[in-house]
């Protein structure tokens, strides 16, 4: 077939379009999702990606104009989405290391907005070159298909429409099936598979550059095949699992003490099982004053958990508190498949996969509820707010307890500890913290009834006389001891106003400070493999 009769056919040229439009959306969210291990998936991260890409498809679309009237040479074209299909194939491979050079890098020149930078440099890096490519696709296309002033604007539109169906296309594939399914890495192939598959339908109907499209289908197979034997975190030695969800990147490595979940490649521990012990030294260990308080030491009661995660503090109140009826509510099906597999999760533990203010509205009256779902600088906002704190109140049976772990600790005035703390103030009248003994975490407890503190104390003691539980009675009246009650202030979160990841970057550039003063002294020595360890 010739050039000029491939160019006359417009379904060619309309399926270029269409699968084009599909790639640009696969690779956004991919890269959503390569980023999110690392630097969170909140709003902010989104924000750069969304932004950097947009300049990307900006930049393409000028420079593929340009070139379309300089050249109007389809092979030029086909050419670019080939070398952007070898690209999009070595993203998998190549892109955690460098997302890990780059978090380095940028810690070095700066800790202020952190998230910020290292997001968009890495965007800048990995994702802004082949989206460029295929920004060039759509003005390429309007002058290949428009060949007179009598049906120009209709080709456009249908050019157009195609291209938006397949980003929509785009927009549903990866996130429902092949990213759940076979995970970010795969689902990078499988569209750098179809940007070479169209440039190699064009070159072998041409007869042109037959071997570069075979050489670039070569790549992408060497990388299907290379990048099933890499993890995310190339570095751990004792992982067990690693998958992705809808949600979560999932993780769960073992060691000889404990099995641990992690939602985030760097840092972080979502849920743990210890093998010999059985309180964990984490603040799970803290929130087990709640049921203490609501007075499930001595009657049956119901605890609600609402970020279940794969069960920790649901098998302590198990063993514990073993009349105590326990619901955990988890979105993501996956952890909860987790939960049993690998956590031992009771089969007394009602789990509920859905959303956990969703689940809340038509949920019955509790005497504890747990709120664990704030991850890092990701914290949902509908779940931060006076809305959703109030109806958490509601659904708590006179004498209820609410415990929320409070993971970003920071002594800076207008913190996001301190904006939850106060928000919870302004619901319930009696709010005392405790700051969990290591990492980061605050152990937050509010309740209506006034005298709950001073049963606090006469009920531990009373179970330990029973059980004689001695670690368990020192870590109650180390939490006794260090309770600080919260007053009321200015700060507050509503459905309508919850700048969560603004407030939780200010804490994590905090964090990242100390940690990066760390390595710095380590740069000095010339232990390059600590660095790289310790990020």
């Given at each position: 077939m010739s050039t000029n009769k491939l160019m006359q056919n417009k379904c060619f040229l309309y399926a270029t379009g269409f699968f084009s439009g599909m790639s640009v959306m696969a690779i956004e969210l991919g890269a959503s999702r390569m980023l999110a291990p690392y630097f969170s998936s909140s709003q902010i991260v989104w924000t750069v990606i969304i932004g950097a890409i947009m300049v990307a498809l900006a930049l393409g679309n000028v420079w593929g104009g340009k070139m379309a009237d300089k050249n109007p040479d389809p092979a030029k074209l086909y050419h670019r989405l080939l070398f952007a299909a070898i690209w999009v194939a070595l993203i998998p491979f190549l892109g955690k290391y460098i997302i890990k050079g780059i978090s380095l890098g940028v810690g070095m020149i700066t800790t202020k907005n952190f998230l910020v930078w290292a997001s968009l440099a890495t965007c800048l890096v990995i994702f802004v070159f082949p989206l460029m490519l295929l920004g060039t696709v759509t003005p390429c296309l309007v002058k290949y298909t428009t060949q007179d002033l009598e049906d120009n604007a209709s080709v456009v539109g249908k050019l157009s429409a195609l291209n938006t169906i397949g980003c929509i296309i785009g927009t549903f594939l990866p996130t429902f099936v092949t990213i759940p399914a076979v995970g970010t890495a795969a689902t990078f192939l499988i569209f750098a598979g179809i940007l070479a598959g169209l440039s190699i339908v064009y070159f072998v109907a041409t007869k042109k550059l037959v071997v570069k499209g075979a050489l670039c289908v070569g790549i992408i197979i060497a990388m299907s095949i290379v990048t099933t034997e890499h993890s995310f975190a190339f570095w751990e030695s004792n992982i067990v699992y690693e998958d992705e969800s809808i949600y979560n990147y999932l993780q769960v490595k073992e060691d000889e003490h404990s099995i641990i979940l992690s939602t985030n490649v760097l840092a972080g521990v979502q849920s743990i099982k210890m093998k010999n012990e059985k309180l964990t030294g984490m603040y799970y260990d803290y929130a087990l004053a709640a049921p203490f308080m609501a007075g499930l030491h001595e009657k049956a009661g119901d605890v609600l958990i609402l970020g279940l995660g794969t069960g920790t503090f649901a098998t302590m109140c198990d063993e514990y508190f073993p009349n105590a009826r326990v619901e955990g509510v988890e979105i993501d099906q996956k952890i909860a498949d987790l939960a049993t597999e690998y956590f031992d999760l009771p089969d007394t533990v009602d789990?509920?996969?859905?959303?956990?203010?969703?689940?809340?509205?038509?949920?019955?009256?509790?005497?504890?509820?747990?709120?664990?779902?704030?991850?890092?600088?990701?914290?949902?906002?509908?779940?931060?707010?006076?809305?959703?704190?109030?109806?958490?109140?509601?659904?708590?049976?006179?004498?209820?307890?609410?415990?929320?772990?409070?993971?970003?600790?920071?002594?800076?005035?207008?913190?996001?500890?301190?904006?939850?703390?106060?928000?919870?103030?302004?619901?319930?009248?009696?709010?005392?913290?405790?700051?969990?003994?290591?990492?980061?975490?605050?152990?937050?407890?509010?309740?209506?009834?006034?005298?709950?503190?001073?049963?606090?104390?006469?009920?531990?003691?009373?179970?330990?006389?029973?059980?004689?539980?001695?670690?368990?009675?020192?870590?109650?009246?180390?939490?006794?001891?260090?309770?600080?009650?919260?007053?009321?202030?200015?700060?507050?979160?509503?459905?309508?106003?919850?700048?969560?990841?603004?407030?939780?970057?200010?804490?994590?550039?905090?964090?990242?400070?100390?940690?990066?003063?760390?390595?710095?002294?380590?740069?000095?020595?010339?232990?390059?493999?600590?660095?790289?360890?310790?990020?």
């Open positions: 789990v509920i996969v859905y959303d956990g203010r969703a689940y809340l509205q038509n949920a019955k009256k509790y005497d504890v509820i747990m709120i664990d779902a704030y991850q890092d600088i990701t914290i949902p906002f509908q779940m931060s707010t006076v809305e959703f704190f109030t109806q958490v109140k509601e659904h708590l049976n006179e004498d209820g307890v609410m415990v929320v772990n409070l993971n970003m600790t920071s002594a800076q005035d207008g913190s996001i500890n301190q904006y939850l703390c106060q928000t919870i103030a302004s619901v319930f009248p009696e709010v005392y913290t405790v700051n969990v003994g290591s990492g980061t975490n605050t152990e937050l407890f509010a309740f209506d009834n006034p005298e709950t503190l001073k049963r606090f104390e006469a009920a531990y003691l009373a179970y330990d006389e029973e059980h004689q539980v001695a670690e368990l009675t020192r870590m109650m009246t180390s939490i006794n001891e260090k309770m600080v009650k919260v007053e009321k202030g200015e700060h507050i979160l509503t459905d309508d106003k919850a700048p969560v990841e603004v407030l939780g970057m200010k804490v994590l550039d905090e964090m990242i400070q100390g940690e990066l003063d760390y390595l710095k002294e380590m740069l000095k020595t010339g232990n390059l493999m600590e660095i790289v360890n310790g990020i």
